[in-house]
């Protein structure tokens, strides 16, 4: 069964500076997700994309976030100037449709230092 | 606004037992609701999806939910715990003028021999 990958499994990081997340959706996906776990709490949405540009974001994603799909197949989360607040897992999602379930990946696991 | 309460962080059954994970959801308009499973380092698995069809919602590994508008729950069951059923599950929620998913807090379930 296709899957959604996400690389790397854990990105170790010094506080300011830049780190890049990467997924590769499932190929016949059109939507795709960005969302977070901070240890102990709940998955929060970060941002939704679809047609090359960002269809809805949270609160969360403010100026240090951004997304892009550079070549269509990779789907990216960068945040330019990470802070501790950051350290969380981040899930990459997509979907067939809008209103079709969201697939998963395994997650990158960041922690910023 | 949505959203999605779990109620209960924790919850042991015995292998062989019924299991029931509540989730209660609040929505002003029809509601997209979904079950996720999360086992130890791993992405989220869909295990099944309601979006306003049938009431009760079968999904994979025996897991059934019941979508009760006058209640505005969505309680996940199998009648039967297996030891792999071990895991962490998530209620989710989402809207037809937004497909972003609000995840409630999770419910670690354990199974005991």
């Known amino acids: 069964e296709p899957e959604v990958t996400q690389t790397p499994s854990h990105q170790v990081t010094q506080m300011g500076q830049e780190v890049i997340l990467r997924c590769v959706p499932i190929?016949?996906?059109?939507?795709f997700y960005w969302y977070r776990q901070i240890l102990g709490q709940k998955v929060e949405f970060l941002v939704s994309?679809?047609?090359?540009?960002?269809?809805?974001k949270s609160e969360i994603f403010d100026d240090q976030f951004s997304v892009e799909r550079p070549d269509g197949s990779n789907f990216t989360l960068k945040i330019r100037s990470t802070k501790l607040e950051d350290s969380a897992m981040y899930f990459c999602?997509?979907?067939?449709?809008?209103?079709?379930?969201?697939?998963f990946g395994d997650g990158t696991r960041l922690s910023i230092l | 606004a949505q959203s999605v309460t779990q109620l209960g962080s924790h919850v042991s059954v015995s292998e062989g037992a019924l299991v029931l994970l509540r989730c209660n959801y609040s929505?002003?308009?029809?509601?997209?609701l979904f079950w996720y499973v999360q086992y130890p380092n791993q992405g989220l698995q869909l295990l099944l999806k309601?979006?306003?069809?049938?009431?009760l919602v079968k999904g994979i590994n025996g897991f059934e939910a019941e979508f009760k508008k006058s209640e505005t729950s969505f309680h996940l069951t199998k009648p039967s715990a297996h030891m792999s059923d071990a895991a962490e599950y998530f209620c989710?929620?989402?809207?037809?003028?937004?497909?972003?998913?609000?995840f409630g807090t999770g419910t670690r379930l354990q199974v005991f021999p």
């Open positions: 929505s002003s308009v029809p509601p997209y």
């Open positions: 190929s016949n996906h059109l939507y």
């Open positions: 994309f679809y047609n090359n540009e960002i269809s809805e």
């Open positions: 309601y979006t306003s069809a049938a009431t």
């Open positions: 989710a929620v989402s809207v037809e003028n937004t497909d972003k998913l609000i």
């Open positions: 999602a997509s979907s067939v449709g809008g209103d079709q379930p969201q697939h």
